[in-house]
């Protein structure tokens, strides 16, 4: 039985009776936790059958208490459900359990506790205790614990096997459904990782260019420094005009002065020389 919240949330009577059994099996001294009793064989009260979501057993001689629990997942069933008052005869506290603001405290009798199960959390919270109720055991019931139920081989928290597999595909939609939202999450991140790692590594990268390409520009200059072609960084497209004019075969600016020099040199000692011959 599964009851939908407006939420979205879906709440399984077998979430509830997981959560009870855990409440009884953390108690000390031990509990005898089963679910789906009966206040007898079928087949002898069939026309009074009553029969409990689940019952807590404490193993105590002197101090024994009996727990039923009636487990509500819509509120169409609580309010149809007009059999639980008789349970009250079979325990000694009687609880209803549901999801958390399906049943009101004020809508039970005051010696009936109710029990919240929070699909969030996955956990219950006793809304109000039940009052404890002294009662003369029945017998019937007490057999049906020890024929029926001490080596019972059904599935606990299900009513039936269809219900255990019922149960079993919803968890396991709900397993696949949460791996994928975790992948997607995952590959999200590795996304976001290696973008800025390629992000860094082209940053890292133009450095190294612009750091190559200063270097180089520093040794052409030094190059054409030494031809005689004096530039400077900030000349920009200059340069590479100088430099083109080098490359083409045309002498250098200073080698042409340096060769007027030379020659006013030479026309300079020659005058001299025919000068002191005279």
């Not at 001294?29 to 079928?42: C, D, I, L, Q, R």
């Not at 029945?138 to 039936?160: G, T």
């Not at 030494?226 to 080698?255: F, N, Q, T, V």
């Amino acid at each position: 039985m599964v009851a939908t919240k407006g939420n979205g949330t879906n709440v399984r009577s077998d979430m509830i009776l997981r959560q009870l059994a855990k409440r009884h099996a953390s108690n000390n001294p031990a509990w005898f936790f089963m679910t789906e009793v009966k206040n007898g064989p079928s087949q002898i009260v069939s026309s009074g059958l009553l029969k409990l979501d689940a019952m807590a057993i404490r193993k105590s001689w002197v101090n024994p208490c009996f727990v039923g629990y009636e487990v509500k997942v819509s509120r169409s069933d609580f309010l149809r459900d007009d059999k639980w008052p008789g349970y009250l005869s079979y325990c000694h506290k009687f609880y209803f359990a549901c999801p958390a603001g399906l049943i009101q405290p004020e809508e039970l009798q005051s010696q009936v506790g109710l029990i919240w199960y929070n699909p969030e959390k996955d956990c219950i919270t006793t809304k109000r205790r039940a009052v404890y109720r002294p009662v003369e055991l029945d017998p019937a019931l007490l057999m049906y614990v020890i024929m029926n139920r001490l080596d019972s081989d059904r599935h606990p928290f299900f009513s039936s096997t269809r219900q255990w597999c019922e149960a079993w595909v919803a968890d396991k939609l709900d397993r696949h459904n949460l791996a994928g939202y975790v992948r997607n999450k995952l590959h999200a991140a590795i996304q976001q990782v290696m973008e800025r790692e390629v992000a860094v590594a082209i940053q890292e990268a133009k450095i190294q260019r612009c750091d190559e390409l200063e270097a180089w520009r520093s040794e052409i200059l030094n190059l054409l420094s030494r031809h005689g072609i004096y530039a400077w960084a900030g000349m920009g497209a200059e340069i590479l005009k100088r430099l083109d004019e080098a490359l083409s075969g045309r002498m250098p600016p200073g080698l042409i002065a340096e060769m007027k020099g030379l020659s006013r040199s030479l026309e300079r000692t020659l005058r001299e020389a025919e000068a002191g011959q005279q």
